[in-house]
């Protein structure tokens, strides 16, 4: 299933979603489509950057802690969840809630990230 607010190409086999990941709604879209748990939760998703770096972390992570929310509903034990962040003031913090619902959880930086970006992916093995 791919979701997001735009629309998506027509991907082959895949289910697309025109939805707000973090609504409830999209709750029901995951249960009626997959009746199980799922294996892996990959988010790219990304506010609408303003161009103020401080105001873009705080509304990015709290982007992030309600699809890990949606991640804790939704996979199984020991499932694996993929994250797009924005380093900064409250990075930490989400990066310590993570690491009670991960057995593991380490960072990538993409190397085609541009050099003074704050984007940085969380990576979360084994749902505990």
Known sequence: MGVDTKKISP?????????????????????????DKLDLILSDASIQKSGNKFSDQIRQINLCHKI??????NLKFKG??????FQGQDFNNFLKTMKKSFQYVKSYKPKSSRKGSNEIYLIGSKKK
């Open 11 to 35: 991907i082959e086999n895949i289910k697309i979603v025109k939805m707000d990941a973090t609504l409830p709604e999209f709750q029901e879209e995951i249960v009626s489509y997959f009746h």
């Open 68 to 73: 890990l929310n949606t991640a804790k509903n």
């Open 80 to 85: 694996y969840f993929i994250i797009k962040a």
